[in-house]
């Protein structure tokens, strides 16, 4: 298959780039700042790169301002426009296209419910957020962002596509700054403990999982809408980090707020678990926290190891072994 990813060279996009690659299949990567093969585009605007669209068999939108940072007015404003524009521009393309793409997968994000710790949410009785009581006003616009992100979706004339919306937990893998990356370095350094009492809910899948997740969604026609791509186990904070310290044999439980993002993503509770994809009988590798530590892990120190072997016969200095 040919399959397109705007905005594809974060960490999500590696992980699709890398896998789908190795699968066989063309994969096309549309960025701001092309590298290789990757083919230019400015994520608002219809341009040459449209032509990568037609003929293609997928398309994988992830276009959007990372969410890794302050969020200040700007950053918000450059959230919003950022993820609905390309979206936007995406639908014109396939609507321009003469060999429209079957499938649409456009990221979306587990921000869209509520904050809660009473319940899970799924697809079908799951709780939209922006209206709890007690949370700072401010979490409702990224709760806009994720309902506006989605709309421009639904509202792109593509009849001949197929559309699905990824309403992604945070995606676990082993490359460096990526989120498991961080949790894991917090946690070798004694920082791997709770924060702020730690009993709101984190929602997470597995990058391999993630991906054949997304490989089935492009496979099963009868699927279309929203699908929580999360594992089905979702736990507390304070457990997960708690797991991650046994994993790599830690004991201390320090509290870290030393990260370079909002407490949003600290903070909210997301209770988020994968209804249409169990009911439609996806089955995940690693459904537990526990699972899925343990290899991300071991696949993490495969890698520094890997960085840290000999190159011509000859040691690395430690000015160039992978450090974590």
């Not at 894991?184 to 920082?191: D, Y």
């Not at 594992?231 to 904070?237: F, I, M, N, Y």
């Not at 030393?258 to 993503?265: C, P």
């Amino acid at each position: 298959m040919k399959i397109v990813i705007p905005g594809g060279t974060g960490q999500v996009g590696a992980v699709l780039e890398r896998a789908l690659t190795a699968q066989g299949h063309d994969v096309v990567v549309l960025t701001r700042s092309p590298r290789g093969r990757q083919v230019r585009w400015d994520g608002s605007t219809l341009g040459d790169w449209a032509a990568q669209v037609d003929g293609s068999d997928v398309v994988i939108n992830l276009a959007g301002r990372s969410v890794s940072c302050r969020y200040t007015k700007e950053n918000l404003a450059a959230m919003m426009s950022s993820r609905v524009d390309s979206a936007r521009v995406v639908g014109e393309a396939i609507a321009a296209a003469a060999r429209p793409p079957r499938v649409w997968l456009q990221m979306s994000t587990a921000t869209i419910y509520a904050h809660r710790f009473d319940a899970a949410n799924d697809e079908r009785d799951g709780v939209i957020g922006g209206h709890e009581p007690d949370v700072p006003g401010y979490w409702g616009y990224s709760v806009e962002i994720a309902k506006n992100w989605e709309a421009e979706q639904e509202r792109a004339a593509t009849p001949h596509t197929r559309k699905v919306a990824l309403r992604t937990a945070m995606v676990m893998s082993p490359d460096r700054g990526g989120v498991f990356d961080v949790l894991s370095r917090l946690t070798r350094l004694g920082l791997g403990g709770p924060v702020a009492g730690g009993r709101q809910y984190v929602s997470w899948i597995h990058d391999r999982d993630f991906v054949r997740a997304v490989r089935f969604l492009i496979d099963r026609e009868d699927l279309t809408g929203a699908v929580n791509l999360a594992a089905p186990g979702p736990l507390p904070q304070r457990e997960l980090m708690r797991e991650l310290r046994a994993v790599y044999k830690r004991q201390a439980e320090i509290g870290a707020f030393a990260l370079r993002t909002d407490t949003e993503l600290l903070l909210k509770s997301r209770r988020v678990v994968p209804g249409r994809l169990l009911e439609s009988g996806f089955t995940f590798d690693h459904p537990t926290w526990r699972s899925a530590a343990m290899d991300l892990a071991a696949r993490r120190r495969a890698r520094g190891a890997l960085t840290a072997s000999p190159v011509n016969g000859r040691r690395p200095t430690s000015s160039n072994l992978a450090r974590g």
